[in-house]
């Protein structure tokens, strides 16, 4: 079995991991073309990897190897290690951010580049900032991806895309996990847009609620956008202050956020983009709402009533899905509430179900579409 190291690019980490004597290669492939997962755990009893919520059981090979002959295709695949059933987290594989805590994940090579790989193009910047929120009362962090034109054009105002995560993520998703500023590249590269700033926030908006305690609020995300975190970025960055060159868009839970925010504020955003996404805000008041509270009244939506002023407001109107999607019920019923109030959108469906794999479709194609 040939052990080709194919873990590049890792979350906490550019640079492969160097691993000690005698520790095997995490990922491998087989002479067949197939990719295994392996771990060392010589005292486990039993050892398995949980993926989406099914717990796969590994074999032991001898010498205390554990291996797994992964259940996935090519792309980027989220794994839970399970030593005697305990959660653990490996530090011979990527580590990024998934499920409300640091996570594992595993990426398997695309026989052929992909767009969403390292190319020798001209790159932009991510960067770390900083900012108060007068909403929550607290400090937060953004990504921000300036496009390499950015500190050569010093005279220039850029457009700027808000982009958001989804549900138990923050925001270095779409750094990380996500590859948006590789992507963006080599659209760039091939001319196929034209420069803009992506902001990426935590969508997990923290706050203290009485008698709960410290809670994620979802819907905190509109207010802390509007008041804080475009205020901040139109001081901090050279972007144009016009509803012409800002759109949003955002992946699961980040599209009810851009729904309910680029739909309640029309004239702020030019372009909005669901990726695996709704139109609803199917989150408040279910089982994933750690509020205690009603569902939505859907009050966003009333935009939709005016089919003229939604088509001259939100000039790109995009929404996408994986093809094996388990909200593809959602989107199928926003399908319908776009048919009789007569709004046009960009509807694509992608192979795939809901992960980044999709997501990085995406944001490759809405990309495309605004601020041309």
């Known amino acids: 079995m040939k052990e080709r190291n194919i873990m590049k690019d890792q979350g906490l980490s550019f640079d492969e ?7 095997p290669q995490p990922v491998i492939r087989g002479e067949n073309g197939e990719y295994y997962i392996q771990i060392k755990a010589a005292r486990a009893r039993n050892v ?3 993926v989406l919520d099914e717990e796969y059981p590994c074999e032991k090979t001898g010498e205390g190897v554990w291996r797994l002959k992964c259940p996935f295709d090519a792309g980027l695949h989220f794994v839970q290690l399970l030593i005697d059933g305990t959660p653990v987290l490996s530090p011979y594989l990527p580590i990024g951010y998934g499920y409300s805590r640091p996570y594992n994940y595993v990426t398997i090579p695309e026989e052929e580049d992909s767009f969403y790989d390292m ?4 790159h932009g910047e991510v960067r770390k900032n900083y900012f108060y929120s007068s909403v929550t009362g607290s400090w937060s962090g953004m990504i921000v991806y300036t496009p390499p034109s950015y500190e050569k054009e010093r005279d220039k105002e850029f457009p700027v895309l808000y982009l958001q995560h989804g549900h138990g993520e923050n925001e270095v998703g779409w ?9 963006l590249d080599n659209l760039l590269a091939e001319g196929k847009i034209n420069p803009f700033l992506v902001v990426m926030n935590n969508g997990m908006v923290q706050t203290d609620v009485p008698n709960q305690g410290r809670v994620v609020d979802h819907t905190l995300f509109e207010r802390r956008l509007m008041e804080d975190i475009i205020p901040f970025v139109e001081t901090r960055f050279r972007v144009a202050k016009n509803k012409g060159n800002r759109a949003l868009a955002g992946l699961s839970m980040g599209s009810i956020q851009a729904s309910r925010t680029a739909f309640a504020h029309p004239g702020y955003f030019s372009g909005v983009g669901l990726f695996s996404g709704f139109m609803h805000d199917i989150m408040q008041g279910s089982e ?6 009603e569902a939505s009244d859907q009050g966003h939506l009333r ?10 407001e939100l000039r790109v109107f995009f929404r996408a899905i994986g093809n ?8 199928l019923a926003d399908d319908r509430l776009c048919e009789e109030k007569g709004i046009a959108c960009e509807r694509r469906i ?20 605004i601020f041309r």
Do not use: K
């Open 17 to 23: 991991v160097i691993l000690p004597a005698g520790e």
């Open 48 to 50: 398995s990897f949980l």
């Open 119 to 122: 190319r020798d193009v001209p």
């Open 175 to 183: 750094t990380t996990a996500g590859r948006v500023n590789w992507i």
């Open 288 to 293: 994933l709402d750690m509020v205690d509270r």
């Open 303 to 312: 935009l939709l009533d005016d089919r003229e002023r939604f088509r001259e």
């Open 324 to 331: 094996r999607d388990s909200f593809m019920d959602e989107f």
């Open 350 to 369: 992608y192979p795939g179900i809901h992960d980044w794999n999709v997501w990085r479709m995406c944001i490759r194609d809405f990309a495309q579409l």
